[in-house]
């Protein structure tokens, strides 16, 4: 009898489930309407969609945590730190990589239900780009600044992209639980740094809490709900992020501007004309939740088979081939490698693995490249095209952990223009590649336009390392009465390499660095060889600029006399521009003491063995291999 009872009652419950989506959180300060069923009902009027920008470790992903935590969509027990970030290396070096969503219910004072969409955007500026088009799919943002450290460069530049798209911005002054905090100087800096009113500056701390209930009010009452048209005869939505599953192919996140969508409609990528039959949508709760239906104004996910994540590409425009838009939306560009370098395994024999670590990775990342490279010394790899120097080290350590793979890395280089005596112009990124200087008429270079904000007190350091890596001082002005804004030009070639950690040494971590790309300049370019026992190493060949070809040839040589084992012979490493050896170093050789077993008697007996050690040492240099550790070309890589 209570048996039939129970799965009486566990039936009934379940098919209320399908139509009541009510779900008391946690927190009963915040009654929400959660999904259980196949969709969630909302208004578009009750929607609001906004991003968290800041500078690198200003609090953006504490934010994040807070939030979702108080919104009730996850139990106190099943809540981590970070939880947005999904990658182990995003949360061991306590960065964002990749832009990540989450639908947020919440219940009003007045008792109006609300879906908050909320975009947690990546801090560096290696993924601008990737800001930018998670702000193009926001009516609002909530702009972070630290209560200890301030207004910095990345702030600003973020602040630019979400004025570029017309949004509403809410200032929040974060960290005001340090015992370093200075809420009024922090409020002074949104005010003379941002042009904003501080009087709209929320004061929270992330980490414990405080002042973050108010944050979902003003966002309910602060960010305009989206428009739309209300024409339901097109369908018009925008791909900020995608990522891809094992089992269901990519998952793309979207924004829907026009229309609605839902399972079994025919979609269109504009950029490329693919189409696509849609197998579910939904919305982000930690968890993707499917609904029946997406409308204007909402951000979440679809399913449609898509294998390939080459088709699917960061800022396009998604239509229907019976519902199609009449123009795409504007923005759209491929992100653009500025970064090379080339990857070889460890082990020849590890090359097929490393093919299919790239060809997975790549599915999770669109904007890194790649094609086939070789080497004579370091036999088959791959030439691969990174946003930025943290790019490259973000992938190189998720091929070497999540696929197992070592790698050998070579110099990074960027992409130069030559011009050639007929007025051919070509674009290189490799040394291989850089052609006789015989045949070179004119070599361009790309510069950015670097903003650095510090304290005034480092203003002569920071000219100094500037001035080191080439750089031209355009102008400064001050924020504050101690804290000032420097731009400079400079050669991306230059801040490829130890630029930004010698900014912070002299800065003692008070300099916030941004740039954007400014375009090419001419140059006085030099290719750097290497030679290892007089063969040359094309793995090691560097591109730079000649004034400093001298110093970086020097410090090279003397990393790789440390790195490379003895042998037994003498090995000269030399560094050379073309046939003139501009630095040497030489490897002493292992010594046998060929006359340890004369005991005294005439002087010809040695000189004989002597003679003919030497003899047998000159024809084990001439067919002898040096064999080169992986620490070597790691220590190029790394010269002071």
């Known amino acids: 009898m209570f048996r039939y009872a129970n799965e009486l009652f566990l039936t009934l419950f379940n098919a209320l489930g399908n139509y009541v989506n009510i779900k008391f959180s946690h927190n009963r300060k915040f009654c929400q309407y959660i999904s259980f069923g196949d969709t969630l009902k909302v208004k578009k009027e009750n929607i609001r969609n906004f991003s968290i920008i800041a500078h690198i470790d200003h609090g953006k992903s504490t934010l994040s945590d807070r939030l979702i935590q108080l919104s009730g969509i996850i139990s106190d027990r099943d809540m981590k730190e970070q939880i947005l970030d999904s990658m182990d290396i995003e949360r061991e070096r306590g960065i964002t990589i990749k832009s990540q969503t989450v639908s947020l219910p919440y219940t009003a004072k007045d008792g109006t239900q609300y879906l908050l969409n909320l975009i947690d955007t990546p801090g560096h500026v290696d993924f601008s780009y990737e800001v930018s088009r998670a702000l193009a799919s926001c009516e609002g943002a909530l702009i972070l600044v630290d209560a200890s ?21 809410i200032p929040i002054i974060n960290k005001i639980d340090l015992p370093s905090a200075q809420v009024d100087w922090a409020k002074d800096q949104v005010e003379e740094d941002l042009g904003l009113d ?22 309910v009452t602060g960010i305009p709900a989206p428009v739309s048209t209300g024409n ?17 192919g990519t998952i793309v996140h979207f924004r829907v501007f026009e229309g609605s969508i839902k399972k079994g409609d025919k979609i269109l990528f504009m950029s490329n004309d693919t189409q696509y039959k849609i197998e579910e949508v939904g919305l982000f709760q930690i968890e993707r939740k499917s609904q029946k239906e ?5 951000v979440g996910y ?43 395994p460890v082990a020849a024999d590890d090359y097929e693995e490393l093919t299919y670590a790239l060809e997975k990775l790549q599915l999770n990342d669109a904007s890194f490249i790649y094609e086939k490279d070789s080497s004579a010394a370091l036999g088959f790899g791959y030439r691969c095209g990174f946003l930025g120097l943290l790019h490259l080290e973000v992938i190189q350590e998720r091929l070497e952990r999540e696929y197992n793979v070592s790698l050998i890395l070579t110099s990074p ?56 890596f080439r750089g031209v ?46 375009g090419y300049q001419e140059t006085n370019l030099a290719k750097l060889d290497f030679l290892i026992n007089g063969d040359r190493v094309d793995a090691l060949s560097q591109l730079i600029h000649r004034d400093k070809a001298e110093a970086r040839a020097r410090t090279a040589c003397k990393k790789l006399r440390e790195e490379i084992p003895r042998q037994q012979f003498k090995i000269p490493i030399q560094g050379a521009i073309g046939g003139k050896i501009i630095s040497r170093e030489t490897i002493s050789a292992f010594r046998k003491d060929v006359t340890a077993k004369c005991y005294g008697g005439d002087i010809s007996r040695k000189r004989k063995l002597l003679e003919k050690q030497k003899k047998g040492k000159k024809r084990m240099k001439m067919v002898g291999s040096v064999e080169i550790p992986q620490s070597a070309f790691l220590s190029v890589l790394k010269t002071d």
């Not at 030009?489 to 740039?515: C, H, I, M, N, W």
């Open 413 to 468: 280089s960027v992409m130069y223009e030559i011009t050639y005596m007929d007025g051919t112009v070509k674009i290189i990124d490799n040394p291989v590649q850089y052609p006789d200087p015989a045949e070179i008429k004119q070599v361009r270079e790309p510069f950015i336009n670097a903003s650095i904000i510090v304290p005034d007190k480092y203003m002569g350091n920071v000219m100094q390392v500037c001035h080191e």
């Open 473 to 518: 001082s355009k102008n400064y002005q001050y924020l504050t009465q101690s804290r000032m804004e420097m731009k400079f030009e400079l050669p991306l070639a230059e801040v490829v390499y130890e630029f930004y950690d010698r900014l912070k040494s002299v800065t003692q971590g008070y300099g916030s660095f941004d740039y954007e790309i400014a």
């Open 232 to 248: 339901d005869s097109f369908f018009k939505a925008l791909i900020f992020d995608s990522h891809y599953d094992a089992f269901r």
């Open 294 to 298: 997406l409308i204007a104004g909402q």
């Open 198 to 219: 501080p009087d709209d500056a929320l004061a929270v701390s992330a980490k414990t809490g405080a002042g973050v209930e108010d944050i979902f009010e003003t966002v």
């Open 302 to 344: 679809f399913i449609a088979g898509i294998k390939n994540l080459r088709d699917v590409k960061i800022g396009d425009t998604v239509t229907m081939a019976d519902k199609k838009c009449e123009k795409a939306m504007d923005g759209f560009r491929e992100p653009t490698p500025v970064v090379f370098s080339s990857m070889y």
């Open 149 to 169: 450290q301030g207004v910095e460069a990345q702030t600003l530049a973020n602040l630019y992209l979400a004025m570029e798209h017309d949004l509403k911005i």
